[in-house]
């Protein structure tokens, strides 16, 4: 009976894929080198490669969107109020942290239903930065723009407090 429920939500070929990895796996040499090509790993490789029985019943789970939702990104962008450079270990992550968050906001804000005639404002602060670091993402530089990065990102903070129904 639990081979059957599990045949169902999972699909039997999915089931045997992974108790053969599992087998497999278990019986394998440990001291197998890098040329010999182990049953563990044909198995990964042969699940891992496009499918050749009968396609299933489609699913009602949708696939998840390439872009994460501009609430999702400015979560993580106020996370950032929590950290700092108040140690120099701690200094490169926190900044480094920073424009990664607003590079994502970009791409959210960017890819959001409302279109990017919403979002004007922290587009072009955003963009701002963006020239104002150029290429360079060292720590180095990072450091030296430490005041338009957090500028940036206070300056959106309080732009969104202002449309709360963006991030709610």
Same mark, same amino acid.
């Given at each position: 009976?639990?081979?059957?429920?599990?045949?169902?939500?999972?699909?039997?070929?999915?089931?045997?894929?992974? @108790?053969? *990895? +599992?087998?497999?796996?278990?019986?394998?040499?440990?001291?197998?080198?890098?040329?010999? !090509?182990? $049953?563990?790993?044909?198995?990964?490789?042969?699940?891992?490669?496009?499918?050749?029985?009968?396609?299933?019943?489609?699913?009602?789970?949708?696939?998840?969107?390439?872009?994460?939702?501009?609430?999702?990104?400015?979560?993580?962008?106020?996370?950032?109020?929590?950290?700092?450079?108040?140690?120099?270990?701690?200094?490169?992550?926190?900044?480094?942290?920073?424009?990664?968050? @607003?590079? *994502? +906001?970009?791409?959210?804000?960017?890819?959001?239903?409302?279109?990017?005639?919403?979002? !004007?404002? $922290?587009?072009?602060?955003?963009?701002?930065?963006?020239?104002?670091?150029?290429?360079?993402?060292?720590?180095?530089?990072?450091?030296?723009?430490?005041?338009?990065?957090?500028?940036?990102?206070?300056?959106?903070?309080?732009?969104?407090?202002?449309?709360?129904?963006?991030?709610?």
């Amino acid at each position: 009976m639990i081979g059957m429920r599990a045949r169902q939500a999972f699909g039997g070929s999915t089931i045997v894929v992974v @108790l053969a *990895s +599992l087998l497999l796996s278990c019986s394998s040499s440990p001291g197998a080198t890098s040329s010999e !090509e182990s $049953p563990a790993r044909a198995v990964r490789q042969a699940s891992s490669s496009p499918a050749t029985q009968e396609p299933s019943a489609p699913s009602t789970v949708e696939p998840a969107p390439s872009v994460e939702k501009v609430r999702d990104v400015f979560a993580r962008l106020q996370a950032t109020y929590n950290d700092g450079c108040t140690t120099p270990g701690n200094c490169e992550y926190f900044l480094g942290r920073v424009l990664d968050e @607003l590079s *994502s +906001l970009d791409e959210a804000m960017k890819a959001d239903r409302q279109g990017p005639e919403h979002f !004007e404002e $922290p587009l072009a602060w955003i963009a701002k930065l963006r020239a104002g670091l150029g290429d360079d993402r060292s720590f180095e530089n990072l450091k030296k723009h430490q005041s338009l990065l957090t500028g940036t990102r206070d300056k959106i903070n309080a732009w969104m407090q202002g449309h709360p129904e963006d991030y709610r």
